[in-house]
């Protein structure tokens, strides 16, 4: 754990060949060989083809390692389903650092005003926040296996389907 949390908050923590390097196992194949693990949290897809519907530009920021995201499109086809997947290297920071915002701003082009912004790492809300993302929510329930833990701080959602307009 204290590797690990050594380089908690900088590129080295979601890099997978970093990690690779420091434990000596292929981490990237690992990530393949549990791939039946990755898939959609339950309400996600649906919330997807909502938000395309209703004509709105998706954008997913992740801090994920490019290797990792790209064993989890193949798996679920998620690229497809948005505009753009933007990885914590293409921005040169992780979402929870304030360097992160106006670098991801600059890339993607958007008004943080207007800007939806959903996650469950408090510290990456707390970063959009302070850069000024108009509509941030928590995302209490992680993954479809975990029970919901709400936000003291942040208004939080156990599903997407709850945010949408009627």
Known sequence: MSMYRSVEGELAW???HYWTEQVQIDVVAMHRELDHMIGFLPDAEAFLL???????????LT??????????????GLH???DRIVDAFEVGW???????????????GFD????????DDEQCLAAAEQ???????HRSKSSSQASPVPSARFHSIENFQS????
């Open 163 to 166: 945010i949408l307009p009627r």
């Open 63 to 76: 801090n994920a390692h490019r290797a990792g995201v790209e064993v989890k499109t193949a798996k679920t």
């Open 112 to 119: 943080p005003s207007r800007a939806l912004y959903i996650d």
């Open 94 to 108: 992780l979402k929870m650092r304030s360097e992160y915002w106006p670098t991801c701003q600059e890339l993607v």
């Open 14 to 16: 979601t890099d997978l």
């Open 80 to 82: 497809r389903q948005v």
């Open 131 to 137: 850069f000024g993302i108009g509509r941030i929510f």
């Open 50 to 60: 909502s938000l395309r519907r209703l004509g709105k530009r998706v954008t997913i």
